[in-house]
DNA sequence: TTGTGTTTTACGACCTCC
DNA sequence: GGAGGTCGTAAAACACAA
């Protein structure tokens, strides 16, 4: 098919620079397209005749028309350079200087390497977030875990004097001597948690399964644990 | 109407490739 | 060396809230 049916004859007879009026919407965000309903309702229907730039304004820059635009947007899908013999046809077809189009096919370049830019640094967020929530979660139970420790030596220490008072060796046997390999803290092969460090958290040792992802950081308390799993394999992170 | 923020067009400097 | 690329930026065009 021919390209000047695609685009319409106006291009052929356009001169350059001589188009006004409606003008860039690249189907990229609503805002430009309101912004174009907008414009176009000022310039009287929006096909970039009658603009409000008629005869005045700075020749160096004018807004490219609607169709264009969707010419130029058209040819970027296709290919994303521009090699000499297209950017001169594809000027000749919509009515502009070559070097025209080449600037916007810099811009345009730029815009969608920016929105990818975005979109990269929208996904990388996202997996920040989860590897915190995740964070949060190893600390908890490293917190519950140091618990059940204080616990057991506990017991121990609690077993041991009971036997010391039934009038048994010195020794101590073979329970005595295991535990002996705890002596000290009873924690001291643990480091302090971060998550002790955050508001709320001086209660961690009456932590219960499920309310622990909300003491240690309470934004992302909607969060199950089933989205962290999902989270972490979706950016490969477990 | 006006001030302000965003988008688009255009340009210059510099780099790479042929 | 020329053509075309990116990058940074200026300025016009535009939308929108106050």
Known sequence: MDKQQVFGSSYVDMPFFAANGAAT????SRPRARRRRRRAAR???????GGDMDGGGDPKKRRLTDEQVHGLELSFREERKLETGRKVHLAAELGLDPKQ???WFQ??????KSKLMEE???????AHDAAILHKCHLENELLRLKER???TEEEVRRLRSAAGSHGASGNGGDAADAVGACD???SSSFSTGTCQQHPGFSGAGQLGPDDE?????????GYADSSVVEWFSLYGLI
């Open 184 to 186: 000290g803290s009873p």
């Open 120 to 126: 990269e640094f929208s996904k990388l967020k996202h």
């Open 149 to 151: 420790l204080g616990a």
């Open 213 to 221: 992802l909300m003491m240690c950081v309470p934004e992302y308390g």
């Open 101 to 103: 189009v080449a600037v």
């Open 43 to 49: 310039c009287g229907g929006g096909d970039g005749d």
């Open 25 to 28: 919407a690249q189907g990229e």
């Open 107 to 112: 811009n345009r370049r730029a815009r969608h």
